[in-house]
């Protein structure tokens, strides 16, 4: 696992769409797994300067999503700041800026008449699609990856999960309130992938950032295994991992040094 700190939010976001593009530079045609969240908005700005000014081509690019809201859709009827669906946020925050093909984008649909039906399909979908070469993600303040609140199966697959307490007041706080939608009109309960559907993704990129993520980024990190911070799977991934922290977040990790020395050498390794 390479854990790498940047000093604040725009270093940080500016190294993981340099990830990014690498993957997209060595395979046109790759697979990348999308997240939502506030954390991922500096590395998708990054990645939309990249296209415009350096070229950077996504036309080969597929993506999926790792959740959406069950009972919301997007509707570019309604202002953004109205349309709370994951969908519209990665239309307004990277998709409609970039060029990349609508039929290569798939998010999963809040509005299904079927939700077991649909979550098969997405599985089904990722594996026709040749698996996902990187994941991004980011953390929940619960420890959670996409909706995967605390107590879900680490073998779980794309299903419909109910949201934690925290992750309601959390998303209030952030999108409801200020739209005037009401606490109990919000959405609770997601379509999300699960914890075995991100394990078998071939990398995996995650981020964080701000003071309010330090502890469960230790946790996730440095803690034991458990499904009660999903995040914690990290430690059961195969692949290769990258996570990248702004120093706030990386604050209540004890191993930094170490960190800090593995990133050292493995820059001179690869000179
Ligand atoms: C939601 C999403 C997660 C995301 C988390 C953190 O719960 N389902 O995928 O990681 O929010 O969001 P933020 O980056 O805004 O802290």
Redesign the pocket.
Known sequence: MDIIIRDNYEEMSKYAAGVIAGFVRKKPDCVLGL??????IGTYRELIRMHKEEGLDFSGVRTFN??EYLGIGMDLSKPYNEDQS?ARFMYEELLRHINIKEGNVCIPDGMTKDPEKFCLWYEEEIRKAGGIDLQL?????DG????NEPGSSLASRTRVQALAKQ?LD??YE?FYKNAGVSREEMPHF?I?MGIGTILETRNILMM?S?IK?ADVVAKALEGPVTSQITASAIQLHPGGITVVLDRDAASRLANTDHYMHMEKLKEQYRL
């Open positions: 997240a939502t969240g506030s954390t991922p790792l959740d994951y993600l980011g953390i929940g303040g959670h990856w996409a909706f992750t959390d998303n952030l997601a999300t964080a701000g993520k």
